[in-house]
Structures are given as structure tokens and as C-alpha cells.
């Protein structure tokens, strides 16, 4: 019997000690398993992404005038200052910045970036650039206009000089930066397309051909927090835009960015996800606040309110603008979360005239002042030779003069337009603006703006913003902005046209492009 015992525990113990082994088999099989997915997974993250370009010009990114070009650039050439993708200035080249004066920026130099050659970069590559963009011609002459000198103060300060007040000047700061030693020779700077030029940014051109240009990641790159996920970039270049839409549609390009209103024409509806973002031409009224109706707040609110922007963009451009509200809402974040419109409301407008004295009568507003009755009549200024905006004048006349506001259009030639403009020589006009990355107001809210508008505070806000940094005071006193420019009503903002970007539906990653850059996050998409 006590045999019998021993045998049956010797039977559960090797029992036990071959499940332990089966078990520990099978734990070992998925930790190998585990470890060959994170390997390939690993492995699949380096795969290379292919980017294009239409009617490449040159490498040069100052010589460029092609947009993707400029984008692609800021992978290989770093700016003193970059943007963030809600439009915040951020350190590239340069690590601080600081307002001397108001003719003047001390700006203080990353020590530990290197030119992909290997030699150090310094501030005699500052002063080198900013003398070569003053020299010719480029995309970023608009950047230096104003620069009257660079004064270096050792290889890692320099002090910028102006010629005048210049608010936000660090948003201007924003063109790459080219070694003096590589870009000194002046067949280079004018000529080559095909040479390997050294930059300092996350990726380096390895190879320049008629067909593509390969960049892989830059090793040195100074930003050492930044793990570059993407390892490889192949550039196809193309004679045309059709070639390069076409090259997307069939799978060969993981990315494109555009303004092209038909653009599932060119590439279809599949195979592709695409972001829809408020684009850099902003369309708005200005109301001159020295006329006779339109200097009264009750006029201007109640024009206002009348207007239907979605009606305008639905009827003239088929829905292929977005509705916008104020100068800065194109996402930049001293917009974010601020409504800086009156909105849509017939019978608001109404009660508002109503409230002020007017009476309706006859199909349109009137009042009766020192024995005289006046009716509420604008004239409209548009540019004849834009249809576009001749047909959103249309619009808004016939929106308006049902509401009994009359409207007259004054189609002006380029010249006449320009002089209108010049002189203030409107009640309304229609106006279109490229707006610039920088939050500067000054052209809505300065002296001699399109509106005739003139208020204290304002003044005091726009000469405030533009000497500090401090991103807390910044949004209080935008914010501020926004609430005077929806009471006040200078200026009616209207709409923005739009920027796509489609990208391979495989592509994976923060894809938080804006119109400024389309590349955000590149270093960690993957496929």
C-alpha cells in the first residue's frame, strides 16, 4: 500500500514537471514570437517614405520659388526659428531671442549644431545668408527686406538691425540657413542643381539625380530628443503637376499638398485619407468708418448679421472655402476657441436697426434726422478682373438689399482698385489679403488701416503684444482683439480658401500639417 503511494506521487511529479515544461516551452515560443513582431515591427517602421515634386527648379532653397521645394528643404536646412503646426514660434538654430530695441534682435545661437560636412556652424553663416537674400532675388527676400546689418558679436550671438519697427519680428526668421564655406562660390549659388549641399537639419542629401533626390537621416543632427523613426527619403521629381498627382493616384508618392480646388479629379476618392485646412488667402469687408452710415456701430452690426457666409460659399465656389471669422482663426493658437463673429441672424439685425431709430419702410431702412430721411446705402468697391469676388459682391448685394440695406457695386480696374484703396475712397470693399504666419495686426488695426479705424485700446494692445513673448499675455490680449473686432465691426471676415493635403492611407503617424509646413512629424511616420 505505502509502494502504491509513492509510485502515484512519483506519477503527479512527473506530471507536474512536464506541464512546467510545456508551459515554459510555450512562454518561451511567445517571447520569441513577441521579440521577432517587435523586430519587424521595427523593421517596418524603417521603411522609406517617397515624397514629389513638380517643376523642380533648383536644390538651392533660397534660389527656389517651387513650394514643395520649401517644404522639403526643412528637412535638410534648419531655420534660426521655426513654427509649431498651431503657428507658436519655437528655437531652431537660434535658442533665444530677445527684443534690443525696436530696430534691433540679440539672438542668441544653437552651439552644438554641425553642417553635415562635419564643420561647426556659426554665426558667420547667419550674417552670410542674410547678405546673400539681400542680394538676389528669392522666395525670402521678404524675410531681410528690412534688415540694415548683422552685427556678429562672437560665433554664437548676433544682433540683427532694422531700418524700422517690425512686430514679431522672430516669425521672420523663419528662412534656412546656409553654410558659408559650401555656398561661398558664386557658380554654386547661381547655377548648380545636381551638387550634394550640406545642411543641418534631421535629413541630408546623399543623392542628387535627374529623376530623384535621396535623403537619408542626418546622424549629427543636433536635436538628440528626436528619434528619426523614418530612416530613408526618396524625392521623385516631375516635369509636371499632372505627373505628380498621377504618380499619388497609382500608389508611387505617399504624400502631396495642394490648393487645387478639384483635386479628387486628378487622384479620385480611394486609396488615400486627406485633410481639408483653412488656407493663407483670406477674403474679408472692410468698412470705412468715415461714412456716413457706416460710422454708426447699429449699421455695421446689422450688416453684419445680415450676411450669410455659408450661403456664399455654397453658391459662388461650391463649397470649397471655408467660413472665417477673424484674420488669425486659420489655426494659429491665439485664435483657438474664439468666435469673432456676429454669426448669421436676420431678425437680430433687424431688431438692432430697430432698436437704433430706424424704421422699415418701402423695402428698405430709413430715418428721419433734422428734417431729412436717409436710407441705408452703400457702395461696394470690387476688382472687375477677379470673377470670383465680382460674384461674392453680387451675392451680397442681393443678400443685403433683402434685409433693406442697398447696396451699389463699383467694379474697378487693377489700377483703379489700387487707388480706391490707396485714398479710402469706398464704403465697403471687398478685399483679399495673403496672410503671413507672424499674429501682426497692424494691417487691420495701425495707422492708416483699410477701415479708417481708430481706437485706444486697440493701440495700446498692438503696442503691447509686440514686446513681449510671454504666450499667457499674448492670448489675453488677442483674445481681447477678437472681442473688439466682433463689437466693433471694422471689418467683416468672410472666408479662406482651402489646403489639402492626401496621404496613403497606409501611412501612419501624427500627420498635423498646415499651410506653412506640410511635413510635421515625418521623423515617426511610418508604414
Request: aromatic letters at 12%; charged letters at 25%; proline letters at 2%.
Given at each position: 500500500?505505502?509502494?502504491?503511494?509513492?509510485?502515484?506521487?512519483?506519477?503527479?511529479?512527473?506530471?507536474?514537471?512536464?506541464?512546467?515544461?510545456?508551459?515554459?516551452?510555450?512562454?518561451?515560443?511567445?517571447?520569441?514570437?513577441?521579440e521577432l513582431e517587435h523586430v519587424t515591427?521595427?523593421?517596418?517602421?524603417?521603411?522609406?517614405?517617397?515624397?514629389?515634386?513638380?517643376?523642380?527648379?533648383?536644390?538651392?532653397?533660397?534660389?527656389?520659388?517651387?513650394?514643395?521645394?520649401?517644404?522639403?528643404?526643412?528637412?535638410?536646412?534648419?531655420?534660426?526659428?521655426?513654427?509649431?503646426?498651431?503657428?507658436?514660434?519655437?528655437?531652431?538654430?537660434?535658442?533665444?531671442?530677445?527684443?534690443?530695441?525696436?530696430?534691433?534682435?540679440?539672438?542668441?545661437?544653437?552651439?552644438?549644431?554641425?553642417?553635415?560636412?562635419?564643420?561647426?556652424?556659426?554665426?558667420?553663416?547667419?550674417?552670410?545668408?542674410?547678405?546673400?537674400?539681400?542680394?538676389?532675388?528669392?522666395?525670402?527676400?521678404?524675410?531681410?527686406?528690412?534688415?540694415?546689418?548683422?552685427?556678429?558679436?562672437?560665433?554664437?550671438?548676433?544682433?540683427?538691425?532694422?531700418?524700422?519697427?517690425?512686430?514679431?519680428?522672430?516669425?521672420?526668421?523663419?528662412?534656412?540657413?546656409?553654410?558659408?564655406?559650401?555656398?561661398?562660390?558664386?557658380?554654386?549659388?547661381?547655377?548648380?542643381?545636381?551638387?550634394?549641399?550640406?545642411?543641418?537639419?534631421?535629413?541630408?542629401?546623399?543623392?542628387?539625380?535627374?529623376?530623384?533626390?535621396?535623403?537619408?537621416?542626418?546622424?549629427?543632427?543636433?536635436?538628440?530628443?528626436?528619434?528619426?523613426?523614418?530612416?530613408?527619403?526618396?524625392?521623385?521629381?516631375?516635369?509636371?503637376?499632372?505627373?505628380?498627382?498621377?504618380?499619388?493616384?497609382?500608389?508611387?508618392?505617399?504624400?502631396?499638398?495642394?490648393?487645387?480646388?478639384?483635386?479628387?479629379?486628378?487622384?479620385?476618392?480611394?486609396?488615400?485619407?486627406?485633410?481639408?485646412?483653412?488656407?493663407?488667402?483670406?477674403?474679408?469687408?472692410?468698412?470705412?468708418?468715415?461714412?456716413?452710415?457706416?460710422?454708426?456701430?447699429?449699421?455695421?452690426?446689422?450688416?453684419?448679421?445680415?450676411?450669410?457666409?455659408?450661403?456664399?460659399?455654397?453658391?459662388?465656389?461650391?463649397?470649397?472655402?471655408?467660413?472665417?471669422?477673424?484674420p488669425l482663426d486659420y489655426g494659429s493658437?491665439?485664435?483657438?476657441?474664439?468666435?469673432?463673429?456676429?454669426?448669421?441672424?436676420?431678425?437680430?439685425?433687424?431688431?438692432?436697426?430697430?432698436?437704433?431709430?430706424?424704421?422699415?419702410?418701402?423695402?428698405?431702412?430709413?430715418?428721419?434726422?433734422?428734417?431729412?430721411?436717409?436710407?441705408?446705402?452703400?457702395?461696394?468697391?470690387?476688382?472687375?478682373?477677379?470673377?470670383?469676388?465680382?460674384?461674392?459682391?453680387?451675392?451680397?448685394?442681393?443678400?443685403?438689399?433683402?434685409?433693406?440695406?442697398?447696396?451699389?457695386?463699383?467694379?474697378?480696374?487693377?489700377?483703379?482698385?489700387?487707388?480706391?484703396?490707396?485714398?479710402?475712397?469706398?464704403?465697403?470693399?471687398?478685399?483679399?489679403?495673403?496672410?503671413?504666419?507672424?499674429?501682426?495686426?497692424?494691417?487691420?488695426?495701425?495707422?492708416?488701416?483699410?477701415?479708417?479705424?481708430?481706437?485706444?485700446?486697440?493701440?495700446?494692445?498692438?503696442?503691447?503684444?509686440?514686446?513681449?513673448?510671454?504666450?499667457?499675455?499674448?492670448?489675453?490680449?488677442?483674445?481681447?482683439?477678437?472681442?473688439?473686432?466682433?463689437?466693433?465691426?471694422?471689418?467683416?471676415?468672410?472666408?479662406?480658401?482651402?489646403?489639402?493635403?492626401?496621404?496613403?492611407?497606409?501611412?501612419?503617424?501624427?500627420?498635423?500639417?498646415?499651410?506653412?509646413?506640410?511635413?510635421?512629424?515625418?521623423?515617426?511616420?511610418?508604414?
Amino acid at each position: 500500500m505505502k509502494s502504491n503511494w509513492i509510485k502515484y506521487v512519483f506519477i503527479i511529479f512527473i506530471i507536474i514537471i512536464l506541464v512546467f515544461a510545456i508551459f515554459k516551452i510555450r512562454q518561451d515560443e511567445e517571447e520569441r514570437q513577441q521579440e521577432l513582431e517587435h523586430v519587424t515591427s521595427q523593421q517596418e517602421k524603417k521603411k522609406e517614405l517617397t515624397l514629389g515634386i513638380a517643376g523642380f527648379d533648383t536644390i538651392n532653397p533660397i534660389l527656389s520659388s517651387n513650394k514643395n521645394v520649401q517644404d522639403i528643404s526643412k528637412l535638410i536646412y534648419d531655420p534660426l526659428v521655426t513654427l509649431t503646426a498651431d503657428y507658436k514660434a519655437e528655437p531652431a538654430l537660434a535658442t533665444e531671442w530677445a527684443k534690443q530695441s525696436d530696430h534691433s534682435y540679440l539672438i542668441k545661437l544653437r552651439e552644438n549644431a554641425k553642417w553635415t560636412e562635419g564643420q561647426r556652424f556659426t554665426a558667420e553663416d547667419v550674417r552670410f545668408t542674410i547678405d546673400r537674400l539681400k542680394e538676389i532675388s528669392s522666395i525670402y527676400s521678404y524675410n531681410v527686406q528690412y534688415v540694415v546689418g548683422v552685427d556678429i558679436i562672437d560665433d554664437y550671438t548676433v544682433k540683427i538691425n532694422l531700418d524700422r519697427d517690425i512686430p514679431f519680428y522672430e516669425y521672420q526668421l523663419t528662412f534656412p540657413i546656409l553654410s558659408k564655406e559650401s555656398y561661398e562660390n558664386e557658380d554654386f549659388i547661381n547655377s548648380e542643381k545636381n551638387k550634394e549641399p550640406t545642411g543641418t537639419g534631421k535629413y541630408k542629401i546623399v543623392e542628387v539625380e535627374p529623376s530623384y533626390i535621396l535623403l537619408e537621416k542626418n546622424e549629427g543632427w543636433w536635436n538628440k530628443q528626436s528619434n528619426l523613426t523614418i530612416e530613408k527619403i526618396t524625392v521623385n521629381l516631375y516635369s509636371s503637376v499632372g505627373e505628380l498627382y498621377n504618380s499619388f493616384k497609382i500608389g508611387n508618392i505617399d504624400l502631396i499638398a495642394t490648393t487645387n480646388d478639384n483635386l479628387q479629379e486628378y487622384i479620385g476618392t480611394i486609396g488615400y485619407n486627406e485633410k481639408e485646412l483653412k488656407g493663407r488667402e483670406h477674403t474679408f469687408l472692410a468698412l470705412n468708418m468715415k461714412n456716413n452710415f457706416l460710422s454708426r456701430p447699429e449699421v455695421r452690426k446689422a450688416i453684419s448679421y445680415s450676411i450669410d457666409k455659408e450661403n456664399i460659399i455654397s453658391s459662388v465656389f461650391n463649397s470649397k472655402c471655408f467660413s472665417s471669422s477673424f484674420p488669425l482663426d486659420y489655426g494659429s493658437f491665439l485664435a483657438q476657441g474664439q468666435e469673432a463673429s456676429s454669426g448669421y441672424n436676420l431678425e437680430q439685425a433687424k431688431q438692432i436697426l430697430t432698436d437704433a431709430g430706424w424704421i422699415f419702410r418701402s423695402g428698405s431702412w430709413q430715418k428721419t434726422e433734422n428734417y431729412k430721411t436717409q436710407k441705408i446705402e452703400c457702395n461696394l468697391l470690387v476688382k472687375a478682373s477677379d470673377g470670383a469676388k465680382v460674384a461674392v459682391a453680387e451675392n451680397i448685394k442681393q443678400q443685403l438689399q433683402v434685409q433693406g440695406i442697398l447696396v451699389n457695386i463699383t467694379q474697378a480696374s487693377d489700377e483703379q482698385y489700387k487707388n480706391y484703396l490707396n485714398t479710402k475712397n469706398y464704403d465697403l470693399a471687398l478685399c483679399g489679403i495673403t496672410l503671413s504666419p507672424s499674429p501682426d495686426l497692424t494691417t487691420f488695426f495701425g495707422e492708416g488701416n483699410m477701415a479708417n479705424y481708430n481706437n485706444e485700446e486697440v493701440t495700446n494692445i498692438l503696442n503691447e503684444v509686440k514686446n513681449t513673448t510671454d504666450e499667457n499675455v499674448l492670448k489675453e490680449k488677442y483674445t481681447r482683439l477678437s472681442e473688439i473686432y466682433k463689437m466693433e465691426i471694422p471689418y467683416i471676415s468672410l472666408y479662406n480658401n482651402k489646403y489639402r493635403v492626401a496621404y496613403n492611407a497606409g501611412l501612419v503617424g501624427e500627420i498635423t500639417p498646415n499651410w506653412f509646413y506640410q511635413y510635421y512629424g515625418i521623423e515617426n511616420w511610418y508604414k
